[in-house]
């Protein structure tokens, strides 16, 4: 099993480029999650989905969109990327959040922003 | 506001016992979280408290006070691998993760 899987691992753009990140995972779970990462922060959620056809917003939202046509697929859209999210990205996944119920990361995204 | 306060360094030498604080405020409370994440690494997990009182999983171990709002990880035997950051989570009461900013640790020889 591949777990999480992230496309790409580094993405470089300017100012007002748009991309999509990437999610698969082989794990039959319902959640998935989008976290960026900056340094001297905890990771913030940006947007989440309980099941496949369904979206959330997270604590970030703004400047990102989401979508989960297939329940293995999670895509993190930027509009129009701008420097302040130049960060490292990274989606989850687990089968329910209920206890004890873990997380499994993909190996993360770096993405610059020019 | 909901908040986790965890030191953002710490220092320690190779076969000596370590201990990570982790204080937390979050709207309800669904249990507590310890990952840890090596440099350019995604975060794997390492333990889960939702009952006071401590957890042991081999050199690992994680304590739990929800009266306090307090948890702490404790790494016994430190090996050089056990150099990374260690990252705090709280479940609140939407089943939301509240996530610290991380402690980096650091093992030296």
């Known amino acids: 099993n591949a777990g999480v899987t992230q496309t790409p691992k580094f993405r470089v753009l300017k100012t007002g480029q748009s991309m999509t990140l990437l999610c698969a995972q082989d794990m039959n779970h319902e959640y998935m999650y989008w976290y960026r990462q900056d340094p001297g922060m905890g990771l913030r959620l940006i947007h989440y989905s309980v099941g496949e056809g369904t979206t959330a917003k997270g604590e970030v939202p703004d400047g990102y969109n989401v979508s989960r046509l297939k329940k293995q697929n999670f895509l993190l859209g930027l509009e129009s990327a701008a420097p302040s999210q130049t960060s490292v990205y990274f989606c989850?996944?687990?089968?329910?959040?209920?206890?004890?119920?873990?997380?499994?990361f993909g190996a993360g995204s770096r993405l610059t922003v020019l | 506001g909901q908040n986790i306060d965890q030191p953002t360094e710490m220092t320690a030498t190779e076969g000596a016992i370590v201990q990570i604080n982790c204080t937390y405020q979050?709207?309800?409370?669904?249990?507590l979280f310890w990952y840890q994440q090596h440099a350019g690494e995604a975060p794997t997990f390492l333990s889960y408290?939702?009952l006071d009182g401590l957890e042991e999983k081999g050199r690992f171990s994680s304590f739990l006070s929800r009266s306090k709002g307090y948890s702490y990880l404790l790494l016994k035997e430190l090996q050089m691998k056990d150099s990374a950051s260690y990252l705090c989570a709280a479940m609140d009461s939407n089943y939301q993760l509240i996530w610290g900013a991380g402690t980096k640790l650091i093992i030296k020889p």
């Open positions: 979050t709207s309800g409370f669904n249990g």
């Open positions: 989850a996944s687990t089968l329910e959040v209920l206890g004890a119920n873990v997380l499994t």
């Open positions: 408290n939702v």
